[in-house]
T-cell receptor, first 111, second 115 residues
């Protein structure tokens, strides 16, 4: 079965720095990869979608890369702010609509 | 739009009791998902409906779990009998039709504690 791994440790960074989160997968060939943000006590909220034929996607301070050879996606938050502190989840899907989620990475931006 | 609506938000029940979780998807969405989230296992897909029809229920842990979608605006997830290991947050989510990597919209979750 597919396996999706994110940064195993919580990530702490200084405000203003770039946060980089990783999502690695095995036994899967996703057509789409998404990143979600989850705040404590809330449901995940969609941030970005990238397709298998796209290398990079940007949205404001967010950037996602997708390397199907390495089976890896990187999620970058530039000029990080304390408000960016949350858990970030990657999700993969094939041509259907069944998204499988990673376990998430907890990010803390320190003022 | 009100988003995906789940009820109850919190439920504490005794082992052996039946638990029913409810979900109203976003109007116009024809895919509905039930996920379970725990610290140990993260967010797990339990079952997925498309046009009210269950497409994949391979994630349902065992026969104690069942899900129905009698119409496009309502779904239930039932656990009978409940056990302490079922304690988790259960999320319902919905999206538009398959095939385009459509965004999944999550509800706020139903926090279940089985004692």
């Amino acid at each position: 079965s597919q396996k999706i791994e994110q940064n195993s440790e919580a990530l702490n960074i200084q405000e203003g720095k770039t946060a980089t989160l990783t999502c690695n997968y095995t036994n899967y060939s996703p057509a789409y990869l998404q990143w979600y943000r989850q705040d404590p006590g809330r449901g995940p909220v969609f941030l970005l979608l990238i397709r298998e034929n796209e290398k990079e996607k940007r949205k404001e301070r967010l950037k996602v890369t997708f390397d199907t050879t390495l089976k890896q996606s990187l999620f970058h938050i530039t000029a990080s702010q304390p408000a960016d502190s949350a858990t970030y989840l990657c999700a993969l899907a094939n041509t259907g609509n069944q998204f499988y989620f990673g376990t998430g990475t907890s990010l803390t931006v320190i003022p | 739009d009100a988003g995906v609506i789940q009820s109850p938000r919190h439920e504490v029940t005794e082992m052996g009791q039946e638990v029913t979780l409810r979900c109203k998807p976003i109007s116009g969405h024809n895919s509905l998902f039930w996920y379970r989230q725990t610290m140990m296992r993260g967010l797990e897909l339990l079952i997925y409906f498309n046009n009210n029809v269950p497409i994949d229920d391979s994630g349902m842990p065992e026969d104690r779990f069942s899900a129905k979608m009698p119409n496009a605006s309502f779904s239930t997830l039932k656990i009978q009998p409940s056990e302490p290991r079922d304690s988790a947050v259960y999320f319902c989510a919905s999206s538009l039709a398959v095939g385009s990597g459509n965004t999944i919209y999550f509800g706020e979750g139903s926090w279940l504690t089985v004692v």
